[in-house]
């Protein structure tokens, strides 16, 4: 989730979709250079040890756009290991995301 977070903020989109699961992966993803991410917390965590196969990441992550506005992302990412690597498969946004 870290990783993912770190791409996010460096505008890295292949990286993104390297990591994401082929099932569910969008044929491109759009990185807003414009928007500056300041703070990942990670809120709860289920499996994702090193004997899971499957690990659920919730976080909140704070950003500032273009504009100067302020926004929150809420989530709870769901990832796959397949050959050892982690893979994004998909999330739920909460509904007080903005």
């Known amino acids: 989730m ?3 977070y770190t791409a996010f ?3 890295d989109g292949a990286y993104l979709l ?3 699961h082929p099932m569910t992966r969008p044929e491109h993803v759009d990185v807003d250079d414009g928007t500056v991410w300041r703070r990942l917390q ?3 965590t289920v499996r994702g040890g090193e004997s899971d196969s ?3 990441v919730e976080f909140r992550a704070a950003y500032r ?3 100067g506005a302020t926004g929150l992302v ?3 990412s769901r990832f796959d ?3 050892g690597v982690w893979l994004y498969t998909g999330a739920e946004v909460a509904p007080a995301a903005r």
């Open 2 to 4: 870290r990783s993912r």
């Open 18 to 20: 390297r990591t994401w």
């Open 65 to 67: 756009d273009a504009s």
């Open 74 to 76: 809420e989530e709870r």
């Open 42 to 44: 990670i809120v709860d």
């Open 9 to 11: 903020a460096r505008g």
């Open 81 to 83: 290991r397949i050959a």
């Open 54 to 56: 499957t690990g659920v």
